[in-house]
């Protein structure tokens, strides 16, 4: 049983920045990867940003050098660091556990909504 909770979401200009958290209720090194994803209106929930327990990083195209993923350990958080937003960042943003085990399973948190508008 993991519950994940994010935050940060929130209403945002074109250009600015936000910061979402995901905490989850245990050690995120139980865990093959943190990622987060993105799910738009009428569009299929995409990766956005992924770091394994061994701490590398891998983002999608759209993001690249405006969005770090980090994570602070003692906290069980993942964080995701937003800059030079646009308006097709928009989306319900869900903090997702990859399984290290056969035993266990994936678990979502249940999204924070971001959106980016004049």
């Known amino acids: 049983q993991v519950q994940l909770v994010e935050s940060g979401g929130g209403l945002v200009q074109p250009g600015g920045s936000l910061r979402l958290s995901c905490v989850a209720s245990?050690?995120?090194?139980?865990?093959?990867?943190m990622g987060w994803y993105r799910q738009a209106p009428e569009k299929q929930r995409e990766l956005v940003a992924k770091i394994t327990s061994g701490g590398s990083t891998n983002y999608a195209d759209s993001v690249k050098g405006r969005f770090t993923i980090s994570r602070d350990t003692a906290k069980n958080t993942v964080f995701l660091q937003m800059s030079m937003l646009k308006t097709e960042d928009t989306a319900v943003y869900y903090c997702?556990?990859?399984?290290?085990?056969?035993?266990?399973?994936?678990?979502w948190g249940q999204g924070t909504q971001v959106t980016v508008s004049s």
């Open positions: 245990g050690s995120i090194f139980r865990f093959s990867a």
């Open positions: 997702k556990a990859e399984k290290l085990l056969l035993s266990m399973r994936d678990y």
